[in-house]
């Protein structure tokens, strides 16, 4: 039986446990750092593309404020 609201990742739409937000392949992917070096160096948490680029646009565009919180994390381990 399947249930009526399965939780699903917002980035790739796998089936994740209730309570998750995204899959763990695609939390293993977001993190791809780099540096810029100019006047200023910039570190980059990752690159603004799949899986990346996909959980900013949710969390723009449709109000998910437990995104906040992943990305509050990801920036506070890096």
Known sequence: MTAVFE???LVCE????FG???CD????????P???E??????HYGKY???LSNLIKEFKYHSHPKIAQIFGN?????
């Not at 796998?14 to 446990?17: F, G, L, M, W």
Request: net charge neutral; charged share 25%; hydrophobic share 35%.
């Open 7 to 9: 939780p699903h990742c």
């Open 49 to 51: 593309e799949y899986p």
């Open 25 to 32: 392949n695609c939390r293993g992917n977001l993190h791809s």
């Open 34 to 36: 780099s540096l810029s």
């Open 74 to 78: 990801m920036l506070a381990k890096f």
């Open 14 to 17: 796998k089936a994740v446990d």
């Open 20 to 22: 998750e937000l995204i």
């Open 38 to 43: 100019g006047d200023f160096k910039v570190y």
